[in-house]
């Protein structure tokens, strides 16, 4: 799952390099962007960011030794900005969403379905950050179970030996 998980982080930096933050989402957007001190414990982070959550994991185990796992994921997509409209938000969201149809099969241990987009989720409004999730589906194949033999044991020679007094 970790070279899934890095996979997706590097691809996305790659396809929208206007993105100053992709990491996995734990809850940044709500840890720093609010009025009590208390609660605001997440480090600081550049904006626009991405955060990507991993939500649901469907197992499917074959006779080979491989898993299938059904996977929905969701980008959090933030921007800040103090304009009403927040134009350059929705820009950002038309490329994210550009991302269905990512498939992974560039290496044996990151292989994966299209990317079939799923729900957009009502924006999220804190203060001057505007974040909008945006889930995607689809199948990855994970090989790290694969227990295949990759080499043949060889038995000892067995010496037959002819007992010429039977004969």
Do not use: C
């Amino acid at each position: 799952m970790k070279d899934l998980i890095q996979y997706i982080i590097t691809e996305i930096q790659t396809r929208i390099p206007e993105l100053k933050t992709v990491r996995m989402f734990n809850n940044q957007y709500e840890r720093s962007n609010n009025d009590d001190t208390e609660s605001n414990i997440e480090a600081p982070f550049d904006y626009p960011a991405l955060f990507v959550e991993i939500t649901q994991e469907d197992i499917k185990p074959t006779s080979l030794g491989y898993v299938f796992r059904d996977i929905a994921i969701i980008l959090h997509v933030g921007t800040e900005g103090y304009d009403y409209e927040r134009i350059a938000h929705y820009e950002l969201l038309d490329k994210v969403i550009g991302l269905a149809g990512l498939r992974g099969s560039s290496s044996d241990t990151v292989q994966f379905s299209s990317w079939i987009p799923g729900d957009i989720m009502q924006d999220i409004d804190y203060n001057n950050v505007k974040v909008t999730p945006v889930m995607f589906r689809f199948t990855y194949t994970d090989k790290t179970a694969y227990n295949r033999a990759t080499s043949v044991e060889k038995a000892p020679p067995f010496v037959l030996g002819i007992n010429k007094e039977i004969l």
